[in-house]
């Protein structure tokens, strides 16, 4: 059984750990700085308190999962404190910004793995993935066995070193990206003032959208905050792949707009932030 460090455990990172303790493994936090609502989650999944500095020494592996605009700042923290470890990065970054959270904490001395998970926080079997890449990525796979969350290698075609992130951001290009297009769709139909409308015709012809949209809207309310650097994590993968950025650069935006809604609508019942998020938009 291994000694595992976590940075930092929010809703995804705390069930990945819980899925680490559940595995028999000791999985340690640092909570100075965080929140109660953080500390609920690690005292909850049987995650271990202590500082930065143990959580390195102790650690012979040490997962991000963290939002995407802090990875690179995570892991100059975590080679700044010497660890000689694997890393596993499993945040939703391009594979260029991959690419420096490696060369930070492997000029470091730590091994690299490259991770990517999609689906909700792992605390039922089947339902959630964790791609990985790297040399020792079978080590980290290893880790898992017996646990909710299923661990699987990413093959990347010539060697992709970072085909993890790959895979997360094509996957998140979908995902997030057309609840992105749907919230503007109809931010467009009521600025217009044809949403009833709209609505018609979506019962007619798309009948899952109307509840699709609230959704989108309570997710976007909730969660844009974390969504607008993915959105641009996405944005930049498509232009380094030489397709155009732009969609995704507006997602960034609509997820921008929704977070800075009065009335976030986090934990109350589908399409509750609606007209909120509707009128953050327009």
Request: charged share 15%.
């Amino acid at each position: 059984m291994a000694t595992v460090g976590l940075l930092h455990p929010g809703e995804m990172g705390a069930a990945v750990g819980g899925c680490l303790v559940t595995a028999g493994h000791t999985v340690l936090w640092d909570p100075a700085g965080r929140s109660r609502a953080t500390t609920g989650r690690a005292l909850a999944t049987e995650l271990t308190g202590t500082s930065l500095d143990s959580v390195v020494s102790r650690s012979s592996v040490i997962f991000s999962v963290c939002p995407p605009h802090a990875a690179l700042d995570v892991a100059r923290h975590v080679a700044a404190a010497g660890f000689g470890g694997v890393y596993v990065d499993a945040n939703a970054i391009s594979v260029a910004t991959a690419a420096r959270v490696a060369s930070a904490v492997t000029a470091a001395g730590a091994a690299y793995v490259d991770g990517g998970i999609i689906g909700p926080p792992p605390e039922n079997t089947g339902r959630t993935r964790l791609y990985l890449c790297g040399e020792r990525a079978a080590e980290v796979r290893a880790l898992f066995a017996r646990s909710a969350l299923d661990a699987r290698i990413a093959e990347g075609a010539h060697g992709q070193p970072y085909a993890a992130s790959a895979v997360k951001m094509a996957y998140a290009a979908w995902t997030k990206g057309t609840g992105a297009l749907l919230l503007a769709c109809r931010a467009l139909a009521r600025a217009e003032g044809v949403e009833r409308t709209l609505l018609e015709e979506w019962g007619l012809s798309q009948p899952a959208l109307r509840a699709q949209s609230e959704r989108s809207a309570d997710a976007a309310a909730a969660k844009g905050w974390r969504w607008v650097a993915e959105m641009e994590e996405i944005a930049a993968s498509m232009a380094a792949a030489g397709l155009p950025p732009e969609f995704h650069q507006a997602a960034a935006e609509i997820f921008d707009r929704a977070a800075h809604a009065d009335e976030p609508s986090a934990g109350v019942a589908s399409g509750a932030g609606l007209d909120t998020v509707m009128s953050a938009l327009i």
